[in-house]
């Protein structure tokens, strides 16, 4: 099961570059994968035919106890059939429906067949986290789909409606999962089942994880999303709104319903949300004049019968409920599938402009009659055998049952009188509405809706085989009496002359609707959708309000808005915890007083000063010192790392600097001053009272005390730091390497001004040898801008040592200090200095090379090191110890999470190089072309004014 998932993720990686190379034929070959899920239960029907389940449990993280457990006993498997089966002729049916010029065709594929495999995967879950994770999927990528064309206003709020609603009942849910799974000690439904809560701890988790199940599945008051999200095109409707999606919260009712029907809250829930979906659902269906919102309704209508059978407890029941699972799918989306097609070959699908198409297209109106007809419960096929069994089991309840038969006749009525509309509305020939032209329709095009058709017939006329297979999942629901059996025929019953009641009132409610003596629209005193409208109003109302009142567009506004926060929280907490730990020391040796003195001096005189560049420095000044601090508690590495990160920091505020005045703006008044003084103090104090208790309030020995030896054991080095960072801890790196990557890439996107300028990231256009009389010191020569001649001498002298010192850094950090991150520092050095020295041309004399390919190159070394270890058979960024001998050089000892450190110092020169291109350079080429635009302007303008003066000479 785990595997056939991994095909559709492979599948959906794959198939937007199928699509550019066939085109929309590419859809057929997309189709495989969730036709090799159908193939794969078909292989399993056997087994669960038995009633036995098919289990598969992987370890996921064993140190949690996380792992993906999955089963599928008769429900799952019925689920994956329908998944799969419906998933792969809904695609080749797309392969028709979209032609292969349509922009977005790649895009769908690929999060149409992610979708089919997250649907898989939620219904073999066993665990309920795991469960709830693929939940989420389908939400998200339902949202992809339904807004699959953003430039439509109708698009994107349906898909921001779904993914609102759906995902807020999730979370419901899942503080469901997690009070049960806590209670139970496992997260496995099969063993929660069988070790329930009980009381009103057991009330609350199912209240909570049905507000998940009616949200996903449009029941009232949830109901108003799914007929917003036809603005989807119609293969994702077929799918996700008929054999999918919706069926999630459906799915998730039959799951549970064995074990937990007779608990208060569940039946009365499920049956009060059903009947009134159903009744709302089929009353808006009658008034629609979209063939498709008229079949969207009809759905919400249905799915509350759904939740009415599933949710009544009783073995009849969970029979009648899968049956019509089953034979829903089958007919709803052979109608939606039908839909397309008329919208295709007519050009429209409102029923007010379609006349004669049954006759221009006999063979799709044999198709949409069959599935129609099982809509409306008629024989011989799928929809009447599960309506059927439906109303015998309520037949013979109580009271209370009785109550619910009554509504499950009247919702029936209800589904044949909007199944004659829409039959009708499509096919009909209509006196007063002109013959549609309509184009010819291909069977390649109608074939998936013509085996979706058949299947409903044949699941009608082999009834008591279907029965052999679903009938597993109802034997686990309790029952006194020999249970119901499918089959087209039991003679004439009570259920029988219900059914036909049922036939009749909805032929005459056609007949009233069609010739307008319907009443009016059903209405509630609320529904969902005015609340959520007001809910999403209110929350627009209170953003704005918000946004009005904190973002003022004032730096130190928001800084101090910050600032207060920190105060706030951490030292009420610092308060809340008194006393704190006695411990204290105020040094190790009188210099670390020297060194905190020089900080604090740095760090006032810096508050103080009103030249940036003096601020800046200062800045600097405390930076040093900080490092100097290090250097006197034994800390070399962080020593020079911070050395070398205060270092390149004064040398990107230089180069933004110079394109700021000189000095800061004016102060504040003084008793704005006053305030902001009194706020730094405050930081100051709760910052160092953090640092001071968290020192001292450790009681646990902290397993950093293990790193001195795991470092040479396990990581093959003496330098305790580097080895944590590529090694012990190289997950960290990892992440961190990631968004220097995202942050350099920010950084050009924002400075580049546009996309094409973002090629200017391998180099600034100009470089090369410049003509000039004066000596050439650098590589470039002499450049537009007069740079120190001694400054251009040094950096002759110091670039290639300053190189090689950052290579000496790199391979020597594994023993001593030093690693990529520092020697990529100390390049990165280097070439600022050659910017500095030359500018733009000799930056990219000295780095001929695209700053993002270094960037990718860099990130693509680290993870290949982790890949490549696992490929060897250790764990992702295991290291590899190597002793060998080599003539001449002798032992060598080698690690091969060197090679991460590789990629670590690829990156961070990649970044230096990006932030100098993008900050220097690119901003110097901004500046010389406005220059330049204001010296021609200025030219042009001395142009225009000379015939005006010798005007003025003449006369």
């Known amino acids: 099961m785990l595997v056939l998932v991994a095909i559709h993720a492979l599948a959906a990686v794959i198939a937007p570059g199928l699509i550019r190379i066939w085109g929309r034929r590419a859809l057929y070959l997309v189709a495989l994968a969730p036709a090799a899920t159908l ?30 457990a999955l089963r599928m006993g008769t429900l799952a498997w019925l689920m994956v059939a329908l998944v799969g089966g419906v998933g792969a002729l809904v695609l080749a049916y797309s392969a028709r429906y979209f032609r292969s010029d349509d922009p977005g065709l790649g895009r769908f594929a690929a999060v149409f067949v992610a979708f089919a495999g997250a649907m898989l995967g939620l219904v073999v879950s066993d665990d309920l986290l795991l469960l709830y994770v693929f939940w989420e999927l389908t939400t998200v990528l339902s949202y992809l789909l339904i807004g699959s064309d953003p430039t439509r206003r109708a698009s994107r709020r349906a898909a921001m409606q779904a993914l609102l609603v759906t995902t807020l009942g999730g979370l419901a849910m899942l503080a469901g999962f997690v009070m049960l799974g806590q209670h139970a000690g496992t997260y496995r439904w099969s063993e929660i089942a069988a070790d329930l809560p009980g009381g009103s701890y057991l009330a609350v988790a199912l209240v909570l994880i049905l507000l998940g199940a009616l949200s996903k599945s449009a029941i009232f008051p949830f109901s108003f999303w799914l007929p917003g999200a036809m603005a989807a095109p119609t293969p994702v409707s077929a799918y996700l709104h008929a054999a999918a999606m919706v069926k999630a919260g459906v799915f998730l009712v039959a799951l549970m319903g064995p074990a937990v029907a007779g608990v208060t809250p569940w039946r009365p829930v499920l049956l009060a949300g059903g009947l009134i979906t159903m009744f709302l659902g089929g009353w808006a269906a009658l008034r629609q004049v979209d063939l498709k919102l008229l079949l969207a309704y009809g759905t919400v209508s249905q799915l509350g019968l759904l939740m009415v059978v599933l949710g009544a407890g009783t073995r009849d029941t969970a029979l009648a409920g899968v049956a019509m699972v089953l034979a829903h799918a089958l007919f709803k989306s052979t109608l939606f599938l039908v839909v397309g097609v008329v919208d295709h070959a007519a050009g429209t699908r409102d029923l007010r402009e379609l006349s004669g198409l049954g006759r221009r297209a006999p063979a799709l109106a044999v198709v949409a009659c069959l599935a129609a007809a099982s809509m409306a419960g008629l024989p011989p096929l799928a929809g009447f055998v599960a309506k059927e069994a439906a109303v015998e089991a309520f037949l013979h309840g109580g009271a209370a049952d009785l109550v619910v038969l009554a509504g499950v006749v009247l919702g029936s009525a209800l589904t044949v009188a909007y199944t004659l509309r829409f039959v009708w509305g499509a096919f009909a020939t209509k006196g007063d509405v002109p013959a549609t032209q309509a184009r010819p329709v291909g069977w390649l095009f109608l074939a998936p809706a013509v085996v979706l058709a058949a299947a409903g017939l044949a699941v009608g006329l082999f009834a008591p085989v279907v029965d052999r297979f679903l009938a597993p999942y109802a034997d686990l629901y309790p029952t006194a009496e020999p249970g119901y059996h499918l089959a087209l025929w039991h003679g004439p019953t009570p259920a029988l002359g219900l059914s036909a ?3 009749a009132a909805g032929v005459g409610l056609f007949l009233l609707r069609h010739r307008g003596r319907l009443g009016p629209a059903a209405r509630l005193p609320f529904d969902g959708a005015a609340v959520y409208d007001r809910l999403i109003g209110g929350v627009d109302r209170l953003a704005v309000e918000l946004t009005g009142a904190t973002q003022r567009g004032s730096l130190p506004f928001y800084l101090g808005v910050i600032l207060l926060v920190l105060i706030t929280l951490p030292g009420g907490a610092l308060l809340a915890g008194f006393p704190w730990p006695q411990r204290f020391q105020l040094w190790d040796t009188p210099l670390q007083a020297v060194a905190a003195a020089v900080v604090i001096v740095a760090a006032v005189a810096a508050a103080r000063a009103r030249r940036r560049l003096t601020a800046m ?6 930076g040093y010192g900080t490092a100097l601090l290090f250097i006197l508690h034994g800390a070399p590495d962080l020593a020079l790392t911070q050395f070398l990160v205060e270092t390149v920091t004064i040398v990107m505020f230089v ?44 009681v646990a020995t902290p397993i950093s005390v293990d790193f001195p030896d795991q470092a040479v054991s396990y990581g093959g080095g003496k330098n305790i730091v580097n080895v944590t960072l590529v090694d012990i801890r190289a997950w960290d790196t990892m992440g961190e390497i990631a968004v220097l990557v995202v942050a350099a890439t920010g950084v050009a996107s924002l400075i580049f001004r546009r996309t094409r300028d973002l090629g200017l990231r391998r180099g600034i256009p100009g470089a090369g040898r410049t003509a000039s009389a004066r000596p050439r010191w650098l590589t470039t020569g002499a450049t537009t801008r007069q740079q120190s001649v001694i400054l251009q001498v040094v950096t002759r002298l110091l670039f290639h040592a300053i190189v090689l010192f950052s290579i000496y850094l790199l391979f020597s950090g594994h023993n001593a200090p030093g690693g990529g991150f520092a020697a990529g520092l ?34 693509f070394v680290a993870v290949g090191t982790g890949v490549a270890a696992m490929l060897l058979g250790g764990e992702f960024l295991q290291s590899a110890l190597l002793d060998f001998h080599v003539p001449v050089l002798g032992h060598l000892h080698f690690v091969t999470s060197t090679f991460f450190d590789v990629g670590v110092y690829l990156i961070v020169v990649g970044l230096i190089l990006d932030i100098l291109r993008s900050l220097g350079a690119e901003m110097d080429r901004q500046q010389e072309t406005d220059q330049q635009e204001n010296d021609q302007d200025e030219t042009d303008q001395d142009e225009t004014e000379q015939p005006d003066d010798r005007t003025k000479e003449l006369v």
Do not use: C
Not at 48 to 66: A, K, M, N
Not at 831 to 857: I, M, Q, S
């Open 617 to 622: 420095i200062l800045v600097g000044v405390a």
């Open 826 to 859: 100390v390049a990165g050095l280097a070439l600022a200095v050659r910017y500095l020295a030359g500018g733009r041309t000799e930056l990219n004399g000295a780095a001929p090379v695209d700053a993002g390919k270094l960037l990718g190159a860099g990130l």
């Open 501 to 503: 009641l049922a036939v």
């Open 39 to 68: 193939g794969w239960a078909l292989t399993r029907a056997g087994t669960v035919r038995s009633g036995t389940p098919v289990i598969e449990t992987v370890t996921w993280v064993p140190q949690l106890g996380l792992e993906v």
């Open 655 to 698: 180069l933004v600097l110079r394109h700021l005045p000189a000095k800061f703006s004016e102060r504040p008044i003084r008793s704005s001053r006053r305030g902001r003084v009194a706020l730094g103090v405050a930081v100051g104090v709760v910052t160092a009272g953090m640092a001071y208790v968290a020192a001292g309030a450790r």
